[in-house]
């Protein structure tokens, strides 16, 4: 079998999932993604190695052709790996994060200039809404509520989330003190006592801000 991604175009981490998508797809068969900058051509080419299939590049005239061949044996850094082996790594990856909760505290992510902060978040986000599997429980807590609101970029993606069975609170002190309580568009209101409880009965917890 042979899949063609054009992922040119696309910002990170688009063409890595985009890719991702097509080769969980398929028991075996090759995946071309196309992409159109070395960023994204590194990252495609680390997400086979992760793998372990193997790739060829073609580059033609400013476009990258990356060529992932999946099926039988992988080689993974020297290695042969069987695909029981596979199979267990991903199924571990499944229990950890089954139980996840996600805490976002800011409406950008990290420290640094406002823009490339609410691009990270907004990709971020992007990610945990095409990855399987999904986490448990989002929570929401000060500038992280203007997320969950009228006018946030993300609302499409959260929505989705919401409908996969992604339980989502934001912080009520936290809408109050931003005057948003009625431009909450996804999930539901909560108090500090259920986010504590929601954050501290979680197996596992990323926080944000």
């Known amino acids: 079998m042979k899949i063609e991604v054009d992922a040119r175009g696309q910002e990170c981490p688009k063409p890595v999932i985009m890719t991702k998508k097509e080769l969980d797809r398929i028991e075996s068969g090759v995946v071309t993604t196309i992409v159109d900058n070395e960023v994204a051509k590194d990252n495609v080419c680390k997400l086979a190695m992760s793998y372990g299939y193997s790739f060829i590049i073609d580059k033609k005239d400013n476009d990258y052709y990356i060529h992932i061949t999946k099926g039988g044996v992988e080689e993974k850094i020297g290695m042969k790996i069987e695909k029981d082996e596979e199979k267990e790594a991903v199924e571990n990856k499944e229990s950890a994060f089954k139980d996840l909760t ?108």
């Not at 691009?119 to 971020?124: A, G, N, P, V």
């Not at 807590?141 to 992604?166: H, P």
Request: net charge neutral; charged share 25%.
């Open 102 to 209: 996600i805490a976002i505290g800011s409406d950008r992510m990290g420290n640094g200039e406002e823009k490339i902060g609410r691009i990270l978040i907004k990709s971020f986000i992007y990610t945990v809404k095409e990855t399987i599997p999904r986490p448990k429980i989002m929570v929401f807590y000060n500038t992280g509520v203007f997320l969950t609101c009228e006018g946030s970029e993300v609302l499409d993606d959260l929505k989705v989330l919401e409908d996969a069975g992604v339980e989502i609170i934001s912080c009520g002190t936290c809408l109050d003190y931003y005057n948003l309580k009625e431009r909450l568009k996804v999930g539901q209101i909560g108090n500090m006592y259920t986010i504590y409880e929601k954050m501290s009965s979680s197996k596992n917890t990323i926080t944000l801000g």
